[in-house]
């Protein structure tokens, strides 16, 4: 009787120790992946940083900046999930961090003060983002990268650019991320008609700042109604979200905290998108035909080469459309002005 007992339980333990092996062997194989993050000391970094440490699939978290980041890696690494996790200082130390990488999300640079716009930060970022780019083309050239460094209408072009001159420019793989536009849109419109924020979705396409930001309102899923000067006001209250945080913050910087989420957000994407996971869509401002402007935010399909389709611009309404119209101008001045700092660069 003992005996049978026994029999039964270590067979059970077997069967269990094989179904966890199994397991393992399926997340060494799909999801054993790099991520780097440049800028992983600052305000967006650090959380971002703890975010990407909770998911299982990165095996590898390497932390770049110019400061700080032996502390915030020794911090991580004291996390019980599997990321080993390393921090790497000065341009000395980059090549380690981005050699082997994946995915390589990029908060470095400047954030806003009250009173500046996003193109205020320009002078500055410009070259943090062109030298970091540089470093990713050299070090990691297939790797995805996501620029979440402001002006991202201009900073993902210069990124491209500097790309081209390396000689390995794939449009697929590199992303401005705006899926904080996505993050605040879904927030507000949710808040506002009292539904369950889990299940909206509002996609936000053109560019990330002021009116290049736009949310299309009339594809929200759950079906919404905004119309006449509640929509203006919907529309302008998401477009100018991030200003609405800097004035808040009060001279302390911009968004920190709800960038990380989104950030991660779409770093997770992109490691499921890598892992083979089908259906994953997510809006980015990428280089596109959809537009009068070479570079456009819109949903993307994406696989484990990067954007597998771009979902173009969609049905819009006759005020979404006028939107988009609008924003052309300012886009275009955007994205000539990073292409012609990286021609220079
Ligand atoms: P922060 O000042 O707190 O952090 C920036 C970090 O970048 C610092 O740790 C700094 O040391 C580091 N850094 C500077 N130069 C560097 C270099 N050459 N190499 C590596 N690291 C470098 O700023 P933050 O609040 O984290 O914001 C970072 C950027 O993100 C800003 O440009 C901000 O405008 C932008 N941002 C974008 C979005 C978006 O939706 N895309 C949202 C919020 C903020
Ligand atoms: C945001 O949208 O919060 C960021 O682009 C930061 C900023 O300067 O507004």
Do not use: W
Not at 26 to 50: E, F, H, M, R, Y
Not at 57 to 86: F, N, Q
């Amino acid at each position: 009787m003992f005996f049978k007992a026994l029999c039964r339980i270590s067979k059970q333990t077997v069967a269990k120790s094989l179904a966890q092996s199994s397991r393992c062997l399926s997340l060494s194989a799909t999801n054993n992946k790099k991520v780097a993050v440049l800028g992983a000391s600052g305000g967006i970094g650090q959380p971002l940083s703890l975010l990407l440490k909770q998911n299982p699939g990165v095996t590898e978290l390497a932390l770049y900046d110019i400061m700080h980041t032996p502390g915030v890696a020794a911090d991580l690494s004291h996390i019980d999930t599997p990321a080993k996790v390393t921090g790497h200082m000065g341009e000395d130390e980059i090549a380690d961090c981005l050699k082997g990488a994946d995915i390589v999300i990029m908060p470095a640079g400047v954030p806003r003060k009250p009173g500046m716009t996003r193109d205020d930060l320009f002078n500055t970022n410009a070259s943090i983002v062109a030298g970091l780019s540089k470093a990713c083309a050299t070090h990691c050239p297939s790797a995805f990268l996501g620029i979440i460094s402001n002006p991202v209408n201009s900073t993902v072009p210069i990124a491209s650019e500097i790309y081209k001159k390396a000689g390995v420019y794939n449009p697929n793989r590199i992303f401005g991320i705006t899926s904080l536009d996505i993050v605040r849109a879904n927030a507000f419109i949710a808040e506002a008609r009292g539904l369950n924020v889990s299940t909206i979705n509002v996609p936000v396409i053109g560019g990330h700042a002021g009116i290049t930001i736009i949310p299309v309102i009339s594809r929200c899923s759950p079906k919404v109604s905004f119309e006449g000067d509640e929509l203006k006001a919907m529309t302008e209250r998401i477009q100018d979200a991030g200003t609405e945080v800097v004035k808040a913050k009060d001279g302390a910087g911009s968004a920190t905290l709800s960038m990380a989420y989104a950030g991660a957000r779409f770093a997770n994407s992109l490691l499921d998108a890598l892992a083979g996971k089908e259906g994953v869509v997510e809006c980015a401002f990428v280089r596109s035909d959809v537009a009068s402007v070479p570079y456009f935010s819109t949903q993307l399909l994406l696989g484990p080469e990067g954007v597998e389709k771009n979902l173009g611009l969609g049905e819009l309404s006759d005020y979404e459309k006028q939107l988009v119209d609008n924003c052309i101008p300012e886009l275009e001045k955007s994205i000539a002005k990073g292409e012609k700092f990286a021609a220079s660069f």
